[in-house]
């Protein structure tokens, strides 16, 4: 089963003069990027979790995978973002984006010693962006008051937020997050929305993980609750 979500409203956001979105290193027009998976199979230890999986995800979509533990949701993040090989079937990106994907994961990927600031400053450098933006984004993500903290000293909700503040400045096309609500309370899970919501606006286009409602506008799920089955997918 195809699906295909396009939604033309979410060109531009009016009346924030004070969203950092316009300033962020979002997709351009020329950066935008599409995900076709076509007949997929994935196993893991000997067993199949998902076989002949079909969707398709483009510029400004949110595609959110669903599905109890051990059913393949990570297996999957994992093909999509090229650091595993389906079994069967074919994923594509369309065009190549090599180094234009930004994977978070269970793991926040922070060093323990280093300061918020200096590890997105860091960052910021090694992707080519203005760290002018470092700024911003620590405070869009709540995490500007903690500049000087070591990393290994947050609670785990600011190290996720720092670790998202990280992926907005990632100069990415594609998004791939493995449950990124999982430590957040519901200011940041509203922050982390938002700042989605900016990144589909320019084109940009997510796919994630979840056990919990993400309640994103216009979300595409993927379900895999029947394990070792080609998977539903709805909007």
């Known amino acids: 089963m195809r699906v295909r979500r396009r939604f033309g409203v979410w060109t531009q956001r009016q009346n924030r003069p004070n969203s950092a979105a316009m300033s962020l290193p979002f997709p351009t027009a020329s ?6 998976a076509s007949s ?4 893991r230890g000997g067993r199949t979790l998902v076989r002949d999986l079909n969707f398709e995800a483009g510029p400004g979509d ?5 599905g109890p533990n051990g059913a393949g949701k990570t297996t999957l993040l994992r093909a999509i973002a090229g650091f595993i090989h389906p079994d069967g079937g074919d994923i594509h990106i369309e065009p190549a ?17 280093e300061a918020v600031r200096d590890a997105l400053s860091f960052w910021s450098l090694l992707q080519g962006v203005d760290s002018a933006v470092v700024e911003p984004v620590m405070r869009r993500m709540a995490v500007a008051h ?8 947050l609670s785990a909700g600011q190290r996720r937020r720092t670790a998202i503040a990280r992926l907005a400045l990632s100069n990415a096309s594609i998004w791939i997050l493995d449950e990124p609500t ?13 700042l ?3 990144f589909r606006a320019s084109g940009g286009l997510v796919i994630a ?17 029947e394990a070792a089955t080609a998977a539903r997918v709805s909007a």
């Open 62 to 66: 949110a595609l959110v995978i669903t």
């Open 97 to 113: 984006v090599t180094g234009r994907i930004a994977f978070l994961g269970h793991a926040d990927g922070l060093k323990p010693g």
């Open 182 to 194: 999982a430590p957040l309370d519901a200011k940041s899970r509203a922050r982390l929305a938002d």
């Open 31 to 36: 950066d935008r990027a599409t995900v076709r």
């Open 209 to 225: 993980t979840t056990h919990a409602a993400l309640d994103w506008p216009d979300q595409t799920q993927l379900d895999l609750t």
């Open 40 to 43: 997929v199979t994935l196993s």
């Open 196 to 198: 989605i919501a900016d």
């Open 146 to 153: 903690l500049e000087n903290r070591a990393c290994g000293t």
